[in-house]
């Protein structure tokens, strides 16, 4: 972002116990509004131990956008 990019292609976000999870609500919108067009396509690790991935599209599949 401050280097003037706006593409996500990946999301790893790590929880308070240290496990990989679900980005929050404010952090879901915030990538929707960086790419309205593209944000569904965007992989997310649920569970790094089991190699679980969804798409962003997948957990929000009707933004208010």
Do not use: H
Not at 14 to 21: E, F, L, S, V
Not at 29 to 46: A, C, H, N, R, T
Request: aromatic share 8%.
């Amino acid at each position: 972002i401050t280097n003037g990019e706006q593409e996500i292609k990946k999301v790893l976000a790590i929880m308070p116990d240290g496990k990989t999870g679900a980005p929050c609500g404010a952090c879901r919108e915030f990538m929707v509004q960086l790419m309205p067009e593209g944000y569904k396509k965007i992989e997310i690790m649920l569970d790094y131990s089991e190699g679980k991935v969804v798409t962003l599209g997948e957990l929000t599949p009707a933004w208010w956008i």
